[in-house]
């Protein structure tokens, strides 16, 4: 089976699963007084310092979480009552989804955030703001204009909040350089465990808590660590931390090749937000009028494992909410994919989803599919990744 929805969740690396399984030999409260109790702090601790290392930031001011949900509900919920929230269209529904809505920043036709759009809004209101805009979107891989985000967010005397979930392992990530006061973290989608999630605060940021009970992560986040989930991130970290760049460019490799394969159907294809910078791990892409839930079922059918770029519920594929903000092509709005690849992807499995996509095009002519897979190792270098499942 070849798996292409790493943004959905990724294979647990090796690392990780072996530190998680160590981890859970011996019984380890992070807050007990006793042996077990100090061995677990003196883990949390040094992974807290290695992920602070990893996206350049101190690391008395990460916060763990249980998921990177809880993290976007913490940054934004745990600012003072009253704090308005601007929120681009395409943010992940942990962000629009608050107490208060959210305003909301429309996007471009290639999902990128409209700079005017948010100016205005900044410029609407005196009450204290924060501005939420994702480095990277799950959807379409479009990165977006951050550092001119912080810039007029700063001009407004506004905060900035970033979701950079879908960043870690596909993009080099400082949170001092990009001047943001509050970004959240998740570790699943590049080969980390579930269970974990963070937050980074600008120094002397102050948030009230959004969960209470014990007074753990400096009072801000109440509940018990999770510290083989925890451990196990410390694995994903030494990976990213000595590995990163070299997995970032192999990611690059394998969407040359895969859109290059994809170009070659021609015009029945359509490669979503193409002129925006994007993830190198992410590819949307279209095949007007072919609903996606076809698409889904015959490259699942053909052993590719792939998610649509639509909001899926018990079932049904309904219409993306993120290309409906980019108001995309009625013919494209239900008839697109998502692909998305990583630690463990190998140019063949590139060449299977071709493969595979041929199926999907019945009029465009048997060979089609041959001459993308072709096309794509003619044009693109041909190592094999070294990781495999
Ligand atoms: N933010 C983005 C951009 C995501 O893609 C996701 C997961 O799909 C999340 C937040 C939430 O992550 P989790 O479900 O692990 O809490």
Not at 222 to 239: E, F, Q, S, V, Y
Request: glycine share 10%; proline share 5%.
């Amino acid at each position: 089976m070849t798996y292409l929805d790493y943004n959905a969740t990724a294979p647990v690396r090796p690392e990780v699963r072996q530190a998680m399984l160590d981890a859970m030999r011996a019984p380890g409260n992070a807050s007990s007084i006793h042996h077990y109790g100090r061995s677990a702090r003196k883990l949390l601790e040094d992974v807290r310092a290695k992920l602070a290392k990893l996206v350049d930031a101190n690391p008395a001011d990460i916060v763990f979480t249980a998921s990177a949900t809880e993290a976007n509900h913490l940054a934004l919920q745990g600012l003072p009552r009253g704090t308005r929230v601007l929120a681009s269209a395409v943010e992940h529904l942990s962000v629009l989804k608050q107490p208060i809505d959210p305003q909301i920043i429309p996007v471009d036709g290639n999902g990128v955030v409209d700079l005017g759009a948010l100016e205005a809004l900044l410029a609407g209101s005196d009450q204290p703001t924060v501005v939420s805009v994702m480095i990277a979107n799950n959807e379409i891989g479009t990165i977006q204009p951050l550092a001119e985000v912080v810039t007029l967010a700063k001009r407004y005397g506004a905060l900035v909040h970033s979701d950079a979930v879908q960043a870690v392992g596909r993009l080099p990530l400082s949170f001092a350089e990009l001047g943001l006061d509050l970004m959240s973290l998740g570790f699943h989608k590049c080969g980390g465990p579930v269970g974990v999630g963070a937050l980074v605060m600008r120094p002397g940021l102050t948030l009230n808590p959004y969960l209470y009970g014990g007074g753990h992560e400096r009072q801000l986040r109440a509940g018990t660590h999770n510290i083989p989930a925890i451990a196990g991130l410390g694995a994903l970290m030494d990976r990213l931390l000595s590995e990163g760049e070299v997995e970032r460019q192999q990611q690059g490799v394998l969407q040359q090749r895969l859109e290059r394969g994809l170009q070659a159907f021609g015009a029945a294809v359509t490669i979503i937000a193409a002129k925006a910078p994007r993830l190198p791990n992410t590819c949307c892409v279209g095949i007007a009028n072919v609903a996606a839930e076809q698409q889904l079922i015959k490259l699942d059918m053909a052993g590719v494992a792939v998610s649509s770029g639509s909001a899926c519920s018990s079932g049904k594929v309904g219409a993306s909410r993120v290309l409906q903000a980019m108001n995309i092509a009625p013919a494209l709005l239900q008839s697109t994919i998502r692909l998305s690849w990583g630690w463990a992807t190998t140019a063949a499995d590139i060449d299977a989803l071709l493969q595979a996509y041929q199926q999907l095009l019945p009029k465009v002519g048997d060979k089609v599919g041959d001459k993308a897979a072709a096309s794509a190792s003619a044009q693109t270098d041909t190592r094999q990744i070294p990781l495999a499942i």
